[in-house]
């Protein structure tokens, strides 16, 4: 243990176990305005490089897990929907699909359709958060104003479906919560429109930035090796050469019949600027799965949107695992029923908690002045998380 000698006068620096020869440590957090909430990162710094990093959470821990044991398998879907807040519709898609297979339950053609179609209306709004968000947190404030027109326009068509600006809670076990609006879809299809044109904004104010390139390119370089090792998945997988995409490699919803427009970015840099553009061309082929998904539902003749349910929901004994590719990454659920109306065990794998854990690898050797850079670029919501 090293101990610090503090005095006053000639020659007080240069003491046996004086300030110059000892790290210091730095909290970042939990307060604290990168770090997207309540997450503490652990600094133990020489001078102004990171020797070691450690992420500190369960700061806004709700016991979820536990939760959902005491829930039925219609309120699960509220609980499961607030974790990650910026894909709360993606969020309920792996409760309803881990229920439905554990019931052997075939949902209707038009609502797995308008699923998909909601799937990805929700990944562009929690990509156009972060593709505001993030150079905000490097001193660029305009990109967030364009950031925050696009989610408005899709926030209106979502809204007027569903009734919610941000927890949507329109699964249900079975299919959908209700029928859309006369006009609906070609609404969206406008809102969709609007939000393509603003997309160069990005293109051309951020990566054509000289300063946001200077501040990300070459930055925080996650490896291959690191990203298996601790289980990183989604965009910021992608951008380090892991081609992965559980929409392509094992597909779910309507995804097997759009692999002629589903495109998946790859780049091998693994650097911050290499997250940032892997997230920026996700958003654009977002915006053409929807068009797609758009043209088949207006080809497709009116019928039922969810199956009639019993009165109490009871899923049969066994066990399964259901995941899908959240905006943020993989999120999986693992089912295990008794036979009762409550599940015995249902534990949530999230994106955020498995990517955030690579900052032990990510910091160490980096200026402080690139920690937010870099921290930024993990993309990660802190409830998502906590659980």
């Not at 000698?5 to 307060?31: C, E, F, K, R, Y």
């Not at 926030?155 to 609906?184: C, I, T």
Request: proline share 5%.
């Amino acid at each position: 243990m090293t101990e610090t000698t503090v005095g006053i006068g000639p020659g007080a620096q240069n003491l046996p176990g004086g300030p110059d020869s000892t790290d210091m440590v730095l909290n970042i957090g939990p307060q604290h305005p990168s770090t997207h909430g309540v997450l503490r990162l652990k600094l133990v710094l020489d001078g102004e490089r990171i020797n070691s990093a450690e992420p500190v959470i369960g700061y806004m821990h709700r016991g979820a897990e536990k939760l959902f044991e005491a829930r039925d398998y219609r309120q699960i879907i509220m609980l499961a929907n607030r974790h990650d807040w910026l894909s709360a519709f993606a969020n309920e898609l792996g409760v309803v699909l881990a229920v439905e297979r554990m019931l052997g339950m075939e949902v209707p053609e038009r609502a797995v359709w308008l699923r998909t179609l909601l799937a990805e209306l929700n990944r562009v709004l929690n990509h156009l958060m972060f593709l505001g968000s993030y150079p905000l947190e490097l001193g660029g404030i305009t990109p967030i104003f364009h950031s925050f027109n696009g989610r408005e326009e899709l926030q209106h068509v979502l809204e007027e479906a569903s009734g919610g600006r941000m927890h949507y809670m329109f699964n249900r076990v079975g299919g959908l919560k209700e029928d859309l609006p006369a006009g609906w879809l070609g609404r969206v299809r406008a809102a969709v429109g609007v939000v393509r044109s603003q997309l160069p904004v990005f293109e051309d104010l951020v990566l054509g930035n000289e300063i946001f390139r200077g501040r990300t390119a070459g930055i925080g370089v996650l490896s291959r090796e690191h990203v298996h090792a601790y289980g990183v998945s989604g965009p910021i997988a992608r951008a380090s050469g892991v081609d992965f995409d559980l929409r392509r490699d094992e597909p779910y919803l309507a995804y097997g019949e759009l692999q002629d427009v589903l495109r998946v970015p790859v780049r091998e840099e693994g650097d911050c600027l290499a997250r940032f553009e892997c997230l920026l061309e996700q958003t654009v082929n977002s915006l053409d799965l929807a068009d797609a998904c758009l043209d088949r539902l207006a080809e497709m003749p009116s019928g039922p949107i969810n199956l009639r349910l019993p009165k109490v929901l009871k899923a049969p004994e066994g066990e399964t695992y259901a995941w899908t590719e959240n905006p943020l990454g993989l999120n999986g659920y693992y089912l295990v029923s008794r036979g009762e109306k409550t599940p015995w065990r249902l534990k949530l794998r999230s994106a955020s908690f498995n990517n955030i854990q690579a900052l032990t690898e990510l910091l160490p050797g980096t200026l402080v002045a690139d920690m937010v850079a870099i921290l930024g670029s993990m993309f990660f919501v802190v409830g998502d998380i906590d659980k």
